[in-house]
């Protein structure tokens, strides 16, 4: 097994997600973040209200988001000891992407909704593989590197 990407579109939203282009972006995110094969990762697109539900049951926040990231990876102030499973398989996480939330967002900075949609993936993958935005300087660092990310996977 070279590398698995799960991708979920909710029924109401097939057509409007193209899961070969989604691929794409995501091979093209996980190689530039140094992920060897073999991986897995899951990518679901689905509406607000599941998103918000999401938000308020893991987070504790009771309001809508964007897009949610539920990693598999140990992340940093995480107890080590805990055992990943033999096969050699890294096992990034879910990505949780509210459409609706980021066909509105594409609406309101006036750029397409597959650009909303890459730099929700890019966001979401970068925090699969370790990044966070709670401090200042993290955010900063982060946000740079979706630009890079952005740039890489739409050129132009």
Known sequence: MKEQIGIHVEEKFRGLVDGGW??????????????????????VFTDSETV????????????PTDVLAFYM???????DSFALPPDGVTRLG???????QAAEQARE???????ELALLIIHGI???????HEEPEE???MRERERELLEKCLPG
């Open 73 to 79: 990876l140990p992340q940093k102030e995480v107890d």
């Open 126 to 132: 970068l925090h699969l593989t370790g990044y966070d």
């Open 22 to 43: 989604i691929k794409k972006i995501v091979q093209q995110i996980v190689n530039a973040e140094g992920v060897a094969p073999p991986y897995e990762v899951s990518l």
């Open 52 to 63: 918000q539900q999401l938000n308020r049951d893991y987070r504790g926040v009771d309001e």
């Open 94 to 100: 879910e990505v949780i992407i509210s459409y609706p």
């Open 139 to 141: 955010e900063s660092k």
């Open 109 to 115: 900075q006036g750029h397409s909704p597959e650009r």
